[in-house]
């Protein structure tokens, strides 16, 4: 009998996500290409990115995968722009990612220019030599295209794994992409590169500089498979700043660990994670240098956290954007290891969705983090709330403020281990019904 | 718009649940306390457990947190009987784990009896120095009413963290758990320690001693919060073996790492984690030694992996037993960090719960692990159907063939990195919306 009933329950329940479109009828389609947006979409929408000299945006439908949707953007970059990459750590990462990496080690041509293609729906990853031919063909047919050496044009590819990529219907629309490379269609090419995305990503700032102002703009895309090493995700990112090469990858490096490496979806790290920065160096701005300099790393590290926070805002199925800030640990590694642990964990991401203030799962997390802890010199706060300290319940704590604090949508859960001075913050969200579903028939 | 339409789903969904228990009349309620049985359940039942000599039971409503159920159960063991034990290594570790742990390590009198309590309902875990108190009032109660050394009664506490255990309400049934001692009742006790399981969990076998049989009988409970070191879980295991200490810890350590190590249900290790091993030496026969110790070790470890299997099948949500069989990898710790990565992976999870062949998933998950693999030397089969190799699909493979497979209740999803000689096999199961269903609400 259980069984039988355990298996009808299942199907009501699967029966009643397909009739949610017939409950809503203003909604077509509840799919990964119809979607409602996340309810942490930023309110204001897509934001007004300014305009970075010596960058070109083009996108078209390929018909990759996606029907009636631009699915590959072209980005082409003015000869002497510097450019800057990180990248998944994968074992098994993509023909994309290891040929922008080799790229990247490559001594530049003088005042060569660049360009980025990048395709959604397929990501062309395991799919063997095919795939090193795909990246190969691609990058080959848009440098000739373009005129500019091979070892200056990077692609990224992000979708389905193992499936081969229709590189064809690329090549086909490159001289359509050429012809519509333009400077104010950054926000197109945000679009082309969604895949389970609900919304665009896009982040900016503007630094004074000696001269001019100093532009930054960047656009991001990423939802699930999302983990630190970066992401599933693809984020570019384009100043017209005059930085050397050394200089713009010592920028990404030294501010990576504290934005895109501390998002967290759901610890499944993708094949194809990639961030490139371009340097065009248009601005009419010296190099900045000094106090100029830190100004321009700060606003880049806010951009970078900004799209970064996107990512988690659009997670897959995500309804509370929440911050695992920890304090007090012995070493930065151990307080990596307790904000992964909390934020990894299916228990706390599951007790968020359902608004419980559990914090004996958040004790729990943090147990098993294999990070020094002593019980009894932990704290732990919702907000400022303080819930539990000295090994126990703070026993003015009343849960009825936990539960409130749970109600809003986005949540700092703080943990201060009081054994060091290390520190670390991360970003998650909660791990609710619709990431299940999303998951469950992604391909079907 | 889109907020409003996906705050609606969401609480339409939700009012579907809360609305199965019109659609399935028999069933009354679909909560934790009376939920459908795991569809992955034995189909035979509790199975028949032999009486192990010198072992006796009673189990009885404390009323600690569950109503109309047994939630304590008492252990007595005979003078003469040798105790090994593994325990969790969450630094966030329980009262009653930390007092077993001293205990097992004090040098016990000769010729003592022990004795286990167990409750179930309230784990007494992170709740500080008054949970100390909890366990030392309800050792020396047992002891006292006993008359047996208080360094020989090990306690252990299931269920919710951080709630004072009201420990008064234990030890007011003392009297009458001893009074209902007896040989035959291992299986009221394997319904007492239940928390969120659906079933009680038992294995038994039986080995040809040297002038009789030895027998084994464990119980285990466990359902989520399941992993590595060693999973939310409790397991006596009792066998009529005469076995010096020694010996009995060295059997129980050295299997512990393929059965109760090798099981993960979200990744999340408990704080109470607990396995006791009693050998009372009441069996006819001799000390096991030769080829009848392997015979006796062989057995132990199909006790041992039989109720660890069953914890999986118990996993919260649960409808498919998973094999995650790694071989060809470079080192045993390579070998761990594959399967673990796999079998923890949410996207492998729900992919299996939607039975979709999604090996794409398996492949990122191999790369994220941080062991030494590589594309074009790494397959991955379903069963024994060949999905990919050399670094992409197997052109023979087809999707159909692998959908086919995921229909089924136990799968084996193996993968050879072929690269070493080291090989590593964990069980898990799938992420279903009755998981979140399960965890998002547990407390409320």
Known sequence: MAETYWKAAAKALREKVKNLKSLFPDQTKITKDAKPVSPLAPKSGFPALPRILGVEFAAVEAGIRYQNRKDVMLV???????????????????????????????KVP??????????????????????????????NNVATALNIPVSRVFSSSTGVIG?????????????????????????????????????????????????????????????????????TMLAYIFTDAKLPQASLQKLLSRNINATFNSITVDSDTSTSDTLI???????????????????FETALHGVMRDLALQIIRDGEGATKLVEIRVTGAKTNADAAKVAFSIANSPLVKTAISGEDPNWGRIVAAIGKSGATA?????????????????????????????????????????VDLGIGRAKRSVWTCDLTNRYIEINADYRS
Chains 1, 2 share one sequence.
């Open 110 to 139: 003088t005042g060569a220019g660049a360009a980025l293609i990048v395709n959604s729906g397929n990501s062309n990853a395991f799919t063997g030599k095919a795939g090193d031919k795909a990246v190969a063909a691609i990058t």
């Open 277 to 295: 920065l371009c340097a065009t160096g248009q601005s009419p701005a010296a190099e900045p240098k000094g106090t100029i300099l830190k100004a």
């Open 374 to 414: 002593d019980r009894d010199r932990l704290s732990i706060r919702f907000g400022d709330i303080l819930v539990a300290e000295k090994g126990w319940r703070n026993p003015k704590y009343q849960e009825k403020d936990g539960a409130a604090y749970m109600l809003q949508d986005e949540l700092v859960i703080a």
């Open 76 to 106: 082409q970059l003015a000869p002497g722009t510097t450019i800057a990459g990180a990248f998944t750590r994968s074992s098994t990462r993509s023909g994309c990612v290891r040929d922008c990496q080799t790229k990247l080690a490559t």
């Open 163 to 231: 499936e081969p990529l229709p590189y064809d219907r690329i090549i086909t629309k490159i001289p359509q992409l050429i012809s519509n490379l333009r400077e104010n269609a950054i926000d197109m090419a945000a679009q082309a590169i969604m895949t389970t995305d609900t919304f665009p990503k896009g982040s900016a700032a503007t630094v004074q500089g000696e001269g001019g102002p100093i532009h930054i703009a960047g656009i991001a895309k990423g939802s699930g498979m999302i983990a630190p090493d970066m992401a």
